[in-house]
């Protein structure tokens, strides 16, 4: 069958892999990732999750939310420049 798809070398654990991968790459919690996979421990479920750019992308993403977010809010803050949040985008 994988002849005819034109990927001879093909096994069902490397669509599994690829499958799991995209699903870790999607920000879900480990225990979800185990659920979602069958797993019941978590070092079968960490190998699925690669660094990758999209998720350093993610990190920057939601960090630079949270600043903003800090920026807009009113208050006074008293920790001065150490207490000073910066754009990480």
């Given at each position: 069958?994988?002849?005819?798809?034109?990927?001879?070398?093909?096994?069902?654990?490397?669509?599994?892999?690829?499958?799991?991968?995209?699903?870790?790459?999607?920000?879900?919690?480990?225990?979800?990732?185990?659920?979602?996979?069958?797993?019941?421990?978590?070092?079968?479920?960490?190998?699925?999750?690669?660094?990758?750019?999209?998720a350093?992308?993610?990190?920057?993403?939601?960090?630079?939310?949270?600043?903003?977010?800090?920026?807009?809010?009113?208050?006074?803050?008293?920790?001065?420049?150490?207490?000073?949040?910066?754009?990480?985008?």
């Open positions: 069958m994988v002849e005819a798809l034109g990927v001879p070398n093909l096994h069902f654990h490397d669509l599994r892999h690829t499958g799991n991968t995209l699903a870790a790459d999607t920000g879900v919690s480990l225990r979800n990732l185990m659920a979602r996979m069958g797993h019941d421990n978590e070092r079968a479920a960490l190998r699925y999750q690669h660094r990758s750019n999209s350093d992308r993610a990190i920057a993403d939601g960090l630079n939310a949270l600043v903003q977010a800090d920026q807009k809010r009113d208050g006074d803050d008293d920790d001065g420049a150490a207490g000073s949040l910066v754009p990480v985008a």
